[in-house]
């Protein structure tokens, strides 16, 4: 079964992938730009979330790594902003793409911190039934999302 940790990695691949996909976007293509940006902004909403209100408090508890976590949390603040200001920008203007790169760069400094620090101290301090329950919890709250954002 999947862990939690594993389904947080799947999304940290995700973005990154939307983000060198709207890298490689021409300044026309405006349309392409809102719609991949969107979904970054989707896939971060709820993931941030879980990690903030479930993942990160257990994560705490077991590995103590107090000052990674707020460090964590300070992250995901900035980068909230950063996405506020970049949907209030025309994706034609130039400088959306400079806000975009700022993104990119500190989205891949916030995974990497995580991938490198308190995900594997995680991993080694929690059972793995425990990450397969988060898992799962997880994977049902992303479904009921994409649920409600069809209808
Ligand atoms: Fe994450
Ligand atoms: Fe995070």
């Known amino acids: 079964m999947t862990t939690i940790i594993e389904l947080l990695e799947e999304d940290h691949q995700q973005v990154k992938s939307l983000l060198d996909d709207i890298k490689s976007t021409g300044d026309d293509a405006v349309r392409s730009r809102r719609d991949k940006f969107k979904q970054i902004q989707e896939a971060l909403e709820i993931h941030t979330r879980f990690e903030e209100e479930k993942f990160y408090p ?41 806000m975009i790169e700022e993104l990119d760069e500190a989205l891949r400094h916030h995974i990497s911190d995580e991938e490198e620090q308190l995900f594997p101290a995680t ?14 919890e997880y994977a049902r709250m992303k479904k009921r999302a994409s649920a409600q954002a069809a209808e």
Do not use: F, N, Y
């Open 123 to 136: 991993r080694q301090a929690m059972e793995t039934e425990e990450a397969e329950t988060l898992g799962k």
């Open 58 to 98: 257990r994560a705490r508890a077991l590995t103590g790594m107090d000052e990674e976590v707020d460090d964590d949390l300070e992250e995901h603040d900035e980068a909230k902003r950063m996405l506020d200001e970049i949907s209030e920008t025309d994706p034609g203007d130039a400088e959306w793409m400079e």
